[in-house]
């Protein structure tokens, strides 16, 4: 069939059944833009093509398909880049369309000419510049292939004008031509024997989950897995819900804000059953004291994880689910390992000794945790849905304080900490689940970087509940401040009146509510639950002084975590100079004990 290269990118993307894009125009893409009024395909408008990007990822986190953008040349896609850089390192299924110069400018400098796929590649699976129009249906059902398959990641196409425009004879793309591409599924059969004996025979066994659970589908099989054999699951950042947090079973998060069982028994274990976790340095802390006693089976579909920072005992590349159910096939008749009562025990007189503590005075400050638990405790009333957030003290909080009883029902970068990721997110993944609850929990700091895809979500009637923690300060580089420089607080104020969030959601035709008591909050948030047919902005303001903890000090070892500031005050001597709400006083604190000194890592 005639056509051009254009309609050609619009039918290969419906071939693969996508309903929804989220992309910027401009001069190079407008070809592809023109077949859009004629196609099925959704497009929603984005005001930055960060936002665009994020919504991708947003969208394919929610529902596990592949997200798709698309940009223009130069800026449209170098503005996509942060975007790209966190779906390689949270391996989200996106594929990026991007516009070029003609073939014949390319390596011209011509007007928005930016060799992206130069550009974009470290932080993509795959990229290719397509030059000739029979490849683009090949590309882009080849880039649908490599995002979705193996481990899940960011692939970009690119599309200079020429191409484009160019008329052909289309044909679809009948078989994949990628011969090098074969990711390995089903663990190899002896070394999940071995997984499995460790398995049955470990005194101290914890199953470390990471976000490669979540994208295999693999959760009914962990939670059989560990029903089975009693062994305590731990859930990364990235693979929050992937066990229900009411399971006994359940410890908790581990890593630098982990739950304090949940980091000391992987600490104290004598085997660690990583699923799709990737030994982060976040989780680790210092690496050389992580886990010292524990031998490691390490379950990856990317053979390049294993082993890259911790030593492995026994290597399964595979597929978590395939994985996880090949283990109980091998276990399936067995004999019941050793007696786990006394671990047990050891583990459920840490969980007494160890809750995760907060306060709130009943006059105020309102304090974030009390806000996000509440939205938590709102959200998880009415059945549950989508929590997605920014990156900072707020996005800790939410992933320790709220329960996730689903997989895909928490969302949040965890790689690459990218701010400004929570708003756009979280509407590709109400674009994703209409049917579903999406709350945004936001940082004000993270909020303002890209605030103005709430005209995205307000025009593309997207209702998404945006709850914002103000503290009027990019608060967790505050704590850090308070903690390892003195409290010498430099350029973390924000204010909390700049800019004015409700008039902010008057300027975006939103309902917008304020709440700085905590006698406020519940109503609060009934007021803002009951909106469903636009996007909301709550503008709760919160005591600036509180810390996220428990807390590792980055570089320190795990058996350095920290509680509360009273214990950490009383290690590092001194107290905190400011009031609630008033940085600043001079220090009082000793010097720090090296061993919790900042190391050389980022907040
Ligand atoms: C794009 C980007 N720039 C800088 C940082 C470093 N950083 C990490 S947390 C943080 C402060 C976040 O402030 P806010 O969004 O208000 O959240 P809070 O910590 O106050 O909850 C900063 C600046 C980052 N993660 N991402």
């Known amino acids: 069939m005639e056509m051009t290269g254009a309609k050609a990118v619009l039918k290969a993307l419906e071939n693969e059944g996508v309903e929804v894009m989220f992309g910027h125009p401009g001069g190079a893409i407008l070809p592809a833009y023109d077949p859009m009024i004629d196609s099925s395909i959704r497009h929603m408008l984005a005001r930055h093509e960060q936002g665009a990007g994020h919504m991708a990822e947003g969208y394919a986190h929610a529902t596990g398909r592949v997200g798709v953008c698309m940009a223009t040349s130069g800026p449209g896609g170098t503005n996509l880049v942060t975007a ?14 991007t516009g070029q110069v003609p073939t014949g400018a390319v390596g011209g400098d011509a007007f928005q000419e930016a060799d992206i796929t130069g550009i974009t590649m470290p932080i993509t699976k795959h990229n290719e510049m397509v030059t000739d129009p029979h490849r683009i249906a090949g590309a882009i059902r080849e880039a649908f292939h490599i995002a979705s398959t193996g481990r899940p990641g960011p692939v970009l196409v690119d599309l200079p004008k020429d191409v484009l425009n160019a008329t052909f004879d289309y044909e679809p793309a009948e078989r994949l031509q990628l011969p090098g591409y074969k990711p390995t599924t089903r663990g190899h059969s002896k070394m999940v024997r071995e997984a499995a004996r460790l398995m049955r025979s470990a005194e101290r066994p914890v199953l470390y989950v990471g976000g490669g659970i979540v994208k295999a589908g693999g959760h009914e099989a962990l939670r059989e897995l560990s029903e089975r054999l009693e062994i305590p699951v731990v859930t990364t950042l990235m693979a929050r819900g992937a066990m229900p947090d009411s399971h006994p079973n359940h410890l908790g998060m581990p890593g630098m804000h982990g739950h ?5 028994a992987m600490q104290k274990s004598d085997l660690l059953v990583a699923l799709g976790s990737r030994f982060d340095d976040r989780v680790t802390g210092r690496l050389d004291a992580f886990a010292p006693d524990a031998r490691i089976v390490h379950v990856d579909i990317d053979p390049a994880e294993i082993g890259k920072n911790r030593m492995v005992d026994v290597p399964i590349v595979g597929d978590c689910r395939v994985v996880a159910e090949q283990l109980l096939e091998a276990l399936d008749g067995e004999r019941a390992g050793v007696d786990r009562g006394p671990w047990w025990e050891t583990l459920r007189t840490w969980q007494t000794q160890h809750p995760l503590r907060r306060e709130q005075p009943e006059e105020g400050p309102l304090k974030p945790q009390t806000a996000i638990a509440a939205i938590g405790e709102r959200l998880n009333a009415e059945g549950g849905g989508v929590v997605v957030t920014g990156v900072g003290q707020h996005q800790m909080w939410a992933a320790q304080l709220i329960d996730y009883e ?3 029902s928490w969302i949040n970068s965890g790689g690459l900490g990218t701010m400004g990721f929570c708003v756009p997110a979280a509407i590709g993944a109400k674009a994703g689940r209409p049917g579903d609850r999406v ?5 004000d700091g993270s909020f303002q970087m890209t605030l103005q895809e709430l005209a995205t979500a307000k025009t593309e009637n997207i209702p998404v509940v945006f709850c914002v923690i103000n503290n009027g300060s990019l608060g967790m580089v505050r704590q850090w401040q308070e903690l390892f420089y003195d409290e010498r607080f430099s350029q973390i104020d924000l204010g909390f009146e700049v800019p004015d969030l409700t008039k902010l959601a008057d300027a975006f035709g939103c309902p917008g509510f304020r709440c700085d008591d905590p006698a406020d909050v519940a109503a609060t948030l009934d007021k803002a639950f009951a909106v469903t047919d636009s996007p909301i902005i709550v503008d709760f ?3 600036i002084t509180e810390k996220v903890f428990p807390m590792v000090p980055a570089g320190a070892s795990n058996d350095d975590i920290i509680e509360s500031a009273e214990q950490w005050y009383a290690q590092v001597g001194g107290g905190p100079a400011g009031g609630a709400g008033e940085p600043g006083g001079e220090p009082t604190r000793s010097e720090i004990p090296e061993h919790l000194r900042e190391g050389e890592n980022v907040v």
């Open 439 to 443: 709350v945004a929990i936001d940082g």
């Open 406 to 408: 689903q997989p895909r």
């Open 260 to 264: 304090w069982t949940a980091v000391t």
């Open 84 to 97: 790209l850089a966190d779906a390689y390192m949270d391996s989200i299924p996106v594929v990026a369309i």
């Open 541 to 543: 303001r919160c005591d």
